[in-house]
């Protein structure tokens, strides 16, 4: 038995609405991405690197990372995630998910580093820590990129089915008659 297309189909509103969705939470994540800094003008890391503020990262990057996972486990409880086109943006949104869920503990274990780095008195043991910060700090950062990169493919793939929609009628196409042909009226004869 052929599945039906048309049955198949993300609402036009639903589809726009989670677009928005989708590049609202992008946007999010790449701007922090951006400001999240850990390296100083010269591009070195600061001599007492600001625990406060890193772990300020880690903190929100665990709060991004609990809006993706929630704006998965939203689509998944749709019916919408079990058809052919949903289940490619779902799997999309798990990768999202993961990613952004990797992000914040590299943003922790740069803050935890950090106050290491205050108690290092030997220069081997500083570069060597601060060489870990730099790499876990942007790790961070990549996760955050990553996801936001999940998230635009999971868009594209809604834009993509909205595409199929203009090739079906909507609803109220389907329910509105077509005007019936006037009668003949007796003076044309």
């Not at 993300?10 to 969705?21: K, S």
């Not at 946007?27 to 003008?41: G, M, N, S, Y």
């Not at 929630?70 to 999202?96: E, I, K, P, W």
């Amino acid at each position: 038995m052929k599945p039906n297309v048309q049955r198949e189909l993300i609402p036009r509103d639903d589809a726009l609405r989670l677009i928005a969705e989708f590049d609202d939470m992008k946007a999010k994540l790449l701007d922090a991405a951006e400001q999240w800094q850990l390296l100083d003008c010269t591009g070195h890391v600061p001599a007492a690197p600001p625990y406060a503020e890193l772990i300020q990262h880690a903190a929100d990057a665990q709060s991004l990372a609990h809006d993706v996972v929630q704006l998965t486990a939203d689509f998944a409880q749709t019916a919408h995630s079990t058809n052919r086109d949903g289940s490619g943006v779902l799997a999309r949104l798990s990768t999202a998910s993961t990613m952004a869920c990797f992000a914040a503990p590299y943003f922790a274990e740069t803050a935890e580093t950090a106050l290491s780095l205050r108690r290092s008195s030997r220069p081997a043991d500083r570069q060597q820590l601060e060489h870990s910060m730099v790499i876990d700090h942007a790790t961070g950062r990549a996760y955050l990129r990553r996801t936001s990169e999940s998230l635009r493919d999971a868009a594209k793939e809604l834009g993509n089915h909205l595409d199929i929609h203009r090739f079906f009628p909507t609803a109220t196409q389907r329910e509105i008659p077509a005007p019936s042909l006037p009668k003949p009226s007796a003076r044309h004869r």
